[in-house]
């Protein structure tokens, strides 16, 4: 069957009722976590993972998935309205956002960032139907080597978009490396690190760690900010920009999704830095640069596309090599191996129904959203003002509720209180948490292909250059880790001497 | 004069959140490095499972140094007390700490409605009226406890009544 037949086939599955009703449960809560302070779409997703032990696989998916999607829509209403940004790749779009509803433009640039979303999305989603298929036979040719050298590659994005610097960086990829060994060795299966403690005997778990390091941590934090009392949230109207801003608009959301799709195909991104890189692109390439941060409708339009394009476009590595591409991929490729499927090249072959199911729930996902944003914009802004001292309480037991279920047992409990605590402290240290997790979940995939290589080459590690992609691939990680290092010194330098000055 | 140069330094290196966190993970890849020797390191068909966590934690040592030296640098410099709460915030962040440690010791005895309330009443009573978190706390645990025990059919800790 041709992707157009198996698309039709995937909507004829996502159209059934029940997944219908999953997909607008999941992009409802979506957009909620999205909207409401203290959980991004991390913990969202994770949070809502125990509830679907029972479903089928694809119903879940489509739910989880739609959490996912409706978060990036949600998390800019509460931008734009009230400067606070319900998750990380919205702070790029209040530079312009807020400004634009402080001037009466609310209306606007929620309208301008549902449609953007939209496009961005749906767009991304055909790249899938149309790219994809044509790559399964190209990653169905990777061995160990390939997947050990990707895993580096994405390994290295990571750490050189991690934040402050890249020692901070390495430390929580190592971290979650490490965490992931824990339990049974994959190829001997001996247990290691149990320290005689029968829970660790399967070493520790996704949800839980998910849970506490995006969850508890985040509401730790938030309760040092937030507990004052909420802006209001200034009234909106006019949804749509006026004529002459039509074609800059326009312009902005085609660049946002070619530029967003592209950078969900890297493993290791996040949603922030497509966001960020449109609104350096659209100012670069602006007439009058110096609108931006004053309300310029490029400055939202751009990114908020960007940043739904990447979703679409990190689902190709997701389900192709079954590499996350952000973290909340991370916790959605939790959810896969916890239903049974094994992302990677024969997803596509072996479960066909499923990917295109997904895929198909997406499209439907992405118009729902749109009608849920452009009409409904007032009631989510109400939504926004909910108190975070009423939130918290609700986050935290739902937490707890939810850790215990993934497997009656209050040793996942106590775990997320540990990683909580863990992901507090080291966002107090200013090291990223994201990491922890992403590489935590290709923590085995690493290990299995490392020592399927070193078998393979009989110990010779450096043999895995005379392979091409596996060489290209640790090739562009030298570089990459390079340049971050070269610029992390060239930052250092930089802020001594304006220390100086 | 080398006493009060070694106080002051001591005092700088007391009060470095940075340092204290780089030893703790120094210290833990340093526990990992050695229960990784315990493995088989490389075997007669191959990498033993001792390898890969010997490897990781060797390097997890070398960055966890190079992150305190990092840290012990002047601009890098994080105090405990610039980047922890006092007071108020400090009391509520215990609370919740506080609060998901007693679930963990009292649900087994009194099922989850009983202590899934009680952890719900000790975060809301600090900013609502008693009837308010009363009310929310019995409401909220309840759904909680409809969804996952009767509808999803997932066992949540029960009392000798079953709830």
Redesign the interface.
């Known amino acids: 069957m041709d992707a157009f037949s198996l698309l039709m086939s995937g909507f004829e599955t996502a159209l059934s009722w029940d997944n219908l009703l999953f997909c607008l449960i999941g992009v409802s809560v979506g957009m909620l976590v999205g909207i409401l302070p203290g959980l991004g779409p991390s913990a969202g997703t994770a949070l809502l993972i125990?509830?679907t032990?029972?479903m089928d696989p694809i119903s879940a998916i489509v739910m989880l998935a739609g959490i996912f999607y409706g978060s990036m829509y949600g998390g800019t209403i509460t931008t734009v309205l009230v400067n606070v940004p319900g998750e990380a790749a919205s702070v790029i779009t209040s530079m312009d956002g807020y400004p634009m509803a402080k001037q009466g433009r609310a209306g606007v640039a929620l309208g301008l960032s549902a449609i953007g979303s939209f496009i961005g999305g749906v767009v991304a989603i055909i790249g899938v139907t149309l790219v994809a298929p044509q790559l399964v036979q190209f990653a169905l040719s990777f061995g160990p080597p390939e997947f050990f050298a990707l895993i580096v590659f994405g390994m290295t994005m990571v750490v050189g978009l991690a934040g402050k610097?890249i020692?901070?960086g390495?430390?929580a990829v190592?971290?979650g490396?490490?965490l992931a060994?824990f339990g049974m060795?994959p190829?001997?299966g001996?247990v290691?690190?149990s320290f005689g403690i029968t829970h660790l005997i399967d070493g520790f778990n996704f949800v839980t760690i998910a849970m506490g390091l995006f969850g508890?941590s985040e509401?730790?934090l938030g309760?040092?900010q937030q507990?004052k009392k909420p802006e209001k949230p200034p009234v909106v109207k006019g949804l749509l920009p006026n004529r002459k801003e039509w074609r800059p608009s326009g312009m902005s959301i085609g660049r946002g999704t070619f530029l967003g799709f592209f950078m969900g195909l890297i493993p290791g991104t996040s949603s922030v830095v497509p966001a960020l890189l449109s609104y350096s692109l659209e100012k670069r390439i602006a007439k009058d640069p110096s609108r931006f941060g004053k309300g310029a409708v490029e400055g939202v339009a751009g990114p908020e596309t960007a940043n739904n394009a990447f979703t679409g476009g990190a689902l190709i590595p997701l389900f192709l090599l079954g590499i996350p591409s952000s973290a909340t991929m991370a916790v959605l490729l939790g959810a896969f191996i916890l239903h049974g499927l094994q992302p990677g090249p024969t997803l596509f072959v072996r479960h066909p129904d499923f990917v295109w199911a997904v895929i198909a729930s997406m499209f439907i996902g992405n118009l729902l959203l749109l009608f849920m944003n452009l009409p409904m914009a007032k009631i989510w802004a109400k939504v926004a003002s909910v108190p975070f001292?009423?939130l918290?309480?609700?986050i935290?037991?739902?937490s707890?509720?939810g850790t215990?279920?993934i497997s009656?047992s209050?040793w996942d409990?106590?775990g997320?209180?540990f990683f909580g605590?863990l992901g507090y402290?080291?966002k107090?240290?200013?090291?990223p948490v994201a990491p922890i997790a992403l590489m935590f979940i290709l923590g085995v995939m690493m290990?299995e292909s490392?020592?399927q290589t070193?078998?393979l080459y009989?110990?010779d590690f450096w043999l895995i250059f005379t392979r091409p992609i596996a060489g290209t691939l640790l090739g562009l990680s030298f570089i990459a880790i390079t340049i971050s290092i070269i610029a992390g010194i060239k930052n250092k330098k930089d802020?001594?001497e304006d220390?100086e000055v | 004069m080398l006493l009060t140069k070694v106080t002051e330094m001591w005092c700088y290196l007391l009060k470095n959140?940075?340092v204290w966190?780089g030893i703790c993970?120094l210290l833990f890849?340093i526990i990992?490095f050695i229960?990784?020797l315990d493995?088989?390191l490389?075997g007669q068909?191959?990498?033993?499972?001792?390898?890969?966590?010997a490897l990781?934690?060797g390097?997890?040592i070398l960055?966890?140094m190079?992150?305190i030296i990092?840290c012990l640098r002047k601009?890098n410099k994080?105090t405990f007390s610039s980047?922890?709460?006092k007071g108020k915030?400090l009391a509520?962040?215990s609370t919740?700490?506080a609060?998901?440690?007693i679930?963990?010791f009292i649900?087994?005895f009194v099922g989850?409605i009983v202590s899934?309330v009680i952890?719900?009443l000790m975060?809301?009573l600090p900013?609502?009226k008693w009837y308010t978190s009363i009310g929310?706390?019995f409401t909220?645990?309840m759904i909680?406890f409809v969804?996952?025990d009767t509808i999803?059919?997932?066992?949540?800790?029960a009392n000798i009544w079953g709830w």
Not at chain 2, 152 to 157: A, M, Y
């Open positions: 125990p509830m032990f029972g610097s020692i901070r390495m430390i190592l971290i490396l490490i060994v060795a190829s001997s001996v290691r690190f508890l509401i730790l309760l040092e507990l001292k009423l918290f309480p609700i935290i037991a739902i707890i509720v215990y279920s009656n209050l409990v106590g997320l209180l605590l402290l080291f107090k240290a200013e090291i290990e490392l020592l070193l078998t009989k110990g802020n001594l220390a | 959140y940075g966190l993970i890849s990992l229960g990784s493995y088989q490389y068909y191959g990498p033993g499972p001792g390898l890969y966590p990781l934690s390097v997890l960055i966890s190079l992150y990092d601009g994080i980047v922890f709460p915030v509520r962040l919740i700490v609060s998901i440690i679930f963990i649900a087994p989850y899934g952890v719900m975060l809301l900013d609502f929310v706390s909220v645990t909680l969804v996952f999803l059919g997932i066992p949540l800790p």
